[in-house]
């Protein structure tokens, strides 16, 4: 006896690729909160413009 | 060891100046748009030394080649959810981008040249970046993604201009005009240089500098543009137009009745940039508003951003009194006669200049280029002090 086939069902919906596929990463806060300032470690010795550059 | 720049790296002093007025723009605040200078000089030239100055650890993203598709990446073999790890994009937000040789790039052909200028165009918008692609359909960055790019490159060829032309130019250039040793100075330099020894301290004190500044402003700096003076911001604006115009593509024949065409970009976001690059130059020097010694390092990139020969046949012009003829030309450029009629040709098109048959008395008639009225400041004393500190 032949196995008895399965009902397929409702068809599945097309797999949206526009929305499932993209990875698109919005990240755009308000100007006042942005992190743009990088953390840096602090400096081992004070130096101004004219010591940096010298004269 | 002295640890002052001007004792060990004198002639690179004005560039360091430059990439660090680019570097500590990440300090503002408003800032939106991404500044792209890259150093041009022979090799040895000594481009590497200044990009090495600016390794500052949490600041810096050194890469020694790249690759535009790398900003955000469509690699087939590497699992959606970790290409995220691989995409540049995201690294370098509110950082510097350091490339130390951009020759992979420019040395490509034209249609790969034209496909990477085009992703690096527009993330130098500051925008993100979203692509397409067969394998993992839509991906990239959308918002806020502003980052600072300083590169280095051997001379470049006229048609990287023209491609950069089209797409409409976003990097800028700072030419290194190293000085040549004499035999004895070289000779020195083997017996008493340690050079990786005074680049370490350079870099250091460099370093301790930038890091002070950050110190200084953790949470960045709000500027007051109204504060800044209305002359200055004048001649930020005289910049952005001289160069939109110099970095425009001619396509006509000047000699026809119809008026020669030329693309010529609208100078606004040059002139945002400039600005941004004499403030930058402004907080480094430790100042909250613009003076006329932050306008130097802006006449400087604006005229060495110029393709080809123009920025120096500009400046040669101005030297002129505004009237060259094509034999002066040849002779201050060191160019053959139809180099010469060419260029003097392009900035008849592009506007720069108003191209008429010179008077002569005697011998073969001569072209004469004339600066034109819309930058007759340039011809002035203002601009000379500013272009010859």
Redesign the interface.
Known sequence: MRPKRKSAGAPTPAKN??KA?????????P??E????????????????E????? | M??????HFHHL?PAA?ICGSVVVQ??L??VANPFALALVDVPSGGKTITLNLFN?E??IYTTDNFTPASFVSHASNVS?AN??KVDLL?RIR??TLIVRDLAPIFGAKNDDLLKSLGILTRVLDGE?L?TDGGV???????????FMMLAATTPISPRIFKIMGTLGGRLFFLRLHSPDKSEDELAAQNVNGDCKQKERICQ?????????L??A????IEWNKASDPEDCMKVIARCAKLLAHLRGVPNGDPYTDSPAQAVIEKPDRINTLLYNLARGHAI???RRQITKADLIPVVIVALDSAPDCRGELFRALVQAGGKLKTSEVEARLGISKPTAINLMEDFATLGAAKLTQAATNCGRPELEITLAEAFAWFGGEEFKKLSVP
């Not at chain 1, 942005?34 to 413009?49: D, G, H, I, S, W």
């Not at chain 2, 002295?2 to 004792?7: C, H, N, S």
């Open positions: 690729l526009s596929d993209k990875t698109i990463t919005e990240n755009t806060p100007v006042n942005r992190p743009r300032v990088a953390k840096l470690a602090p400096p081992e010795a004070q130096v101004t413009f010591q940096w550059r010298g004269s | 002295e640890r002052e720049l001007i004792k002093l100046e990440l300090l605040n408003d500052v949490e600041l959606k290409l995220a995201p509110f950082k993100g979203q993992h359909g839509q991906r990239g960055y959308k918002g806020d993604y502003p250091a004190i460099t370093s301790d500098f930038i890091r002070g950050w110190a402003n953790p949470n960045g480094l020097c430790g």
